[in-house]
């Protein structure tokens, strides 16, 4: 039996134990408990679509089997459940016993679909979700990320979180400004403007710029590869180390390697209409959610040239990370939700940031953790196992699709991840976060390092880092993108 239909079989196991339909009363809570029914905005597809969702039953059908089959397209994920269904590692009784946990899962599903979509669609709701979880937040300067790192999270917030929260709002807040001037050309008035009237500092004010039609940028890599390095960090110091986590952060690492070697290129474009692979929106209604209508109207969109593989593995990577060491029930929606699991490559690293803002400040403003709704009713008795493997597949991936791109280098994972941390990795985190926040657009965080993990435990520090640009353009797994906006 392949792979794909071992995965097969196992994800048609789980779909024994679920409903394939909203449940209003579900619903309802979600909205209450994560206060999303305190939310203001005038956006009628939304406020449509919350009417129908909290007051009667909604087919999820299509929803659930474009999930089902994306799961499979997805190489590591489906060696994954090929290995759980081939192995007996999760059982009929134990899925039976996860189906409370999995409904309510499902319901999130739909819901942050919605919400994401219309985010990406919408002319101002990105802006109201943002002035709904900046308020929740509680900080007395949101617009400062400086007064964000200390007061902008709850006391009990980790460096981790800290770090996401402060590193993830400037990208937030520059699609918000893109998308409140449309398709107009952008001045810096424009800029200075919209700085001003969301009273911006820092990070958060200069991370703000025009669209330039036509203009290509590698700006993206160096910011993308610090968010990467944070969880990587995290993933092997946290609880999941031993289980998983030490070789995902491996797997972590190449993902920064590749989009470095490659220089991977960052574009605005104008799109009509912002959704996943291989949907629709006929008649303006989301072919996913044909309760959802979809707003056509032209929209700046910040396009990074990265290939469906890459993506495909960030995802596999980051659900390990955060069902590991975070959330096993609530944060993993950010990333299952079709528009962001299966986006368009170019389109992956905004909708992206769209859901992952949402969510991260859901999950420290609301402190879901703690919350018994949004709680597991299982446990997996093969749990670690399971993680251990996922840990090792994600690696062995990375690795592969930096073969392609470098087939003479071998064992780059594990002297990447050498060369990174080095003999003291908490400080080498430190230092990396400190030169990126020197020269953003200068840095790099895995060219020139040692061919041998000798030389990367030399001293005190790992080597230093070259900072001059690749020379590759993107054309290792398709051909050449160049996406320009006009």
Request: proline share 4%.
């Amino acid at each position: 039996m392949s792979s794909k239909e071992s995965a097969k079989k196992f994800l048609s196991r789980v779909e024994q134990f679920i409903e394939k339909e909203s449940n209003p009363e579900i619903t309802k809570r979600i909205f209450s408990e994560l206060k999303l029914d305190k939310l203001v905005t005038s956006n009628k597809e939304y406020t449509d679509f919350y009417h129908q969702i909290t007051t009667e039953k909604v087919s999820l059908e299509k929803l659930l089997d474009y999930l089902k089959q994306s799961l499979i397209d997805n190489e590591p994920i489906c060696r994954l459940l090929a290995y759980i269904e081939d192995n007996n590692l999760i059982s009929d009784t134990e899925l039976k016993t996860a189906s409370t946990t999995l409904q309510v899962q499902i319901n999130m599903l739909c819901i942050f679909e919605a919400i994401t979509v219309t985010m990406a669609n919408g002319e101002s709701f990105a802006e109201d979700m943002y002035e709904h979880l900046v308020k929740r937040s509680g900080s007395y300067y949101p617009g400062n990320p400086f007064v964000d790192f200390f007061f902008g999270t709850p006391f009990k917030a980790s460096l981790f979180e800290r770090l996401k929260i402060i590193s993830i709002k400037p990208g937030l807040l520059n699609i918000i400004f893109h998308k409140s001037t449309g398709e107009n050309e952008e001045k810096q008035s424009d800029v200075d403007e919209f700085v001003k009237r969301k009273n911006l500092s820092g990070w958060n004010a200069s991370n703000v710029e025009r669209a330039i039609p036509n203009a290509t940028s590698t700006s993206t890599v160096s910011g993308m590869g610090l968010n990467i390095l944070e969880a990587a960090w995290q993933d092997f110091q946290g609880p999941a180390k031993e289980s998983g986590g030490t070789d995902n952060a491996k797997a972590g690492l190449m993902l920064i390697k590749i989009i470095e070697e490659m220089q991977c290129l960052s574009s605005y474009q104008l799109v009509s209409q912002f959704l996943p692979e291989k949907t629709t929106a006929d008649g303006a209604s989301y072919s996913l959610l044909p309760g959802l209508k979809i707003n056509s109207s032209k929209k700046k969109v910040s396009q990074f040239a990265i290939d469906s593989f890459w993506r495909d593995l960030y995802n596999s990577w980051n659900l390990l990370f955060v069902g590991a060491n975070l959330d096993a029930v609530f944060l993993l929606i950010k990333l299952l939700i079709p528009s962001v699991f299966a986006a368009q490559p170019q389109n992956y690293k905004e909708i992206r940031l769209l859901s992952l803002f949402t969510f991260a400040y859901q999950y420290m403003n609301e402190d879901t953790i703690n919350n018994p709704f949004f709680a597991a009713t299982f446990k997996f008795a093969n749990g670690k196992a399971i993680l251990k493997k996922w840990g090792e597949i994600n690696k062995e991936y990375g690795i592969e699709l930096f073969n392609k791109l470098r087939p003479t280098e071998k064992n780059e994972a594990d002297v990447v991840f050498e060369h990174v941390f080095g003999n003291y990795p908490n400080f080498n985190f430190l230092r990396h976060i400190v030169s990126f926040g020197l020269s953003p657009s200068q840095y790099t965080l895995t060219k020139a390092h040692p061919k041998t993990s000798s030389q990367s435990r030399s001293g005190f520090f790992s080597p230093r880092e070259s900072t001059e640009p690749a020379k590759d353009k993107m054309e290792v797994f398709g051909e050449e993108k160049n996406f320009d906006m006009y």
